[in-house]
Nanobody
Framework: QVRLVESGGGLVQAGGSLRLSCAASGPTFNNNVMGWFRQNPGKEREFVAAIWWGGTTDYGESVKGRFTISRDNAKNTVYLQMNSLKPEDTAVYYC????????????????WGQGTQVTVSS
């Protein structure tokens, strides 16, 4: 089973940038689609971005043009570069490994990291 550890969250002013990292351990990282979701209290996890083994990417509508997902397969790490941050981007961000189904659904994720808090002040 893949183990995921996120890092890089924090407090930033609106318009600023943060880079999240997700370090994975386990034998199947290179064959899997990886993704980022985010969640606020009382709400469902929201799809943010996904990346396939070959580098194809997809993004949620609210982050297109501002966030960039990438992966370094040699380092077993996925990144989320977040620019032009807005207060509504405030959430706990989770890294996940997909097992099947649509990348837009949290039910398609088989393993989650512990999450990292991102707070954007206005």
């Amino acid at each position: 089973q893949v183990r995921l550890v996120e890092s890089g969250g924090g407090l930033v002013q609106a318009g600023g940038s943060l880079r999240l990292s997700c370090a994975a351990s386990g034998p199947t990282f290179n064959n899997n689609v990886m993704g980022w979701f985010r969640q606020n209290p009382g709400k469902e996890r929201e799809f943010v971005a996904a990346i396939w083994w070959g580098g194809t990417t997809d993004y949620g509508e609210s982050v297109k043009g501002r966030f960039t997902i990438s992966r370094d397969n040699a380092k077993n790490t996925v990144y989320l570069q977040m620019n032009s941050l807005k207060p509504e981007d405030t959430a706990v961000y989770y890294c996940g490994v997909y097992v099947s189904g649509s990348v837009y659904s949290e039910r398609s994720v088989g393993s989650w990291g512990q999450g990292t808090q991102v707070t954007v002040s206005s």
